[in-house]
């Protein structure tokens, strides 16, 4: 059973279009993050949630945008997708309290 | 800024070899550093972890060393196996304020057989 999943695990699409990953935890997490991972491996954060306050890394394009219609998914929609958007993109999840954070196993987004 | 520097970015190591990793912090807010290992087509899993109140941890092969005054920390991997090649991260956070990793830019561990 998957603690933290994320769909689709691959999607390609053009430039211009706007597409969503989604996120689920089943571990009862409070806070979970969206993370990228560029071609060179680097993972950089990009959003911190729970379900009392979003911290957005000034660095992420304001086309990203977290959802969470729950405490268990936090979805990222991206519009106007860019080349430069191209990477694989991690969902974690962290238990208030606890440190360990528990990854996803990726979504690979090409934007052609 | 890169907060989290990590060195080598790659690292090939013989079967039975010490595998060594080193990350370098610059911000004395953190108290705390994980490591995690990345398999290829996976997310990134937690291997180890230490607080800044012990020098050193140890669990099986695995051992991470932490040196508070250098705002240094390192992984060693005794006995590396086959099976160990996977990029590693350093990260480093802060516990109380509930941060986000702020991760190395990773090394690519090849253990030969």
């Known amino acids: 059973d998957t603690a933290v999943s994320q769909t689709p695990k691959y999607l390609v699409t053009q430039m211009g279009n706007d597409k969503s990953i989604k996120c689920e935890q089943n571990l009862g997490h409070d806070t979970m993050y969206w993370y990228k991972q560029d071609s060179k491996k680097f993972l950089k954060i990009m959003f911190s949630y729970n379900n009392k306050e979003l911290i957005i890394n000034e660095t992420v394009p304001n086309r990203f945008s977290p959802k969470s219609p729950d405490k268990a998914h936090l979805n990222l929609h991206i519009n106007s997708l860019e080349l430069g958007d191209s990477a694989v993109y991690f969902c974690?999840?962290?238990?208030?309290?606890?440190?360990?954070?528990?990854f996803g196993a990726g979504t690979r987004l090409s934007v052609l | 800024q890169q907060q989290v520097k990590q060195s080598p970015q790659s690292l090939i190591v013989q079967k039975g070899g010490i595998s060594i990793i080193n990350c370098a912090y610059e911000n004395t807010a953190f108290d705390y550093f994980p490591w995690y290992q990345q398999f290829p087509g996976k997310g990134p899993a937690l291997l180890i972890a230490i607080r800044p109140d012990v020098s050193e941890k140890k669990e099986g092969r695995f051992t991470i060393s932490f040196n508070k005054s250098a705002k240094q920390f390192s992984l060693h991997i005794m006995d590396s196996q086959p099976g160990d090649s996977a990029t590693y991260f350093c990260?480093?956070?802060?516990?109380?304020?509930?941060?986000?990793?702020?991760f190395g830019k990773g090394t690519t561990l090849s253990v030969s057989s």
């Open positions: 990260a480093a956070s802060i516990i109380q304020a509930g941060t986000a990793l702020i």
């Open positions: 974690a999840s962290r238990q208030a309290g606890k440190n360990i954070q528990y």
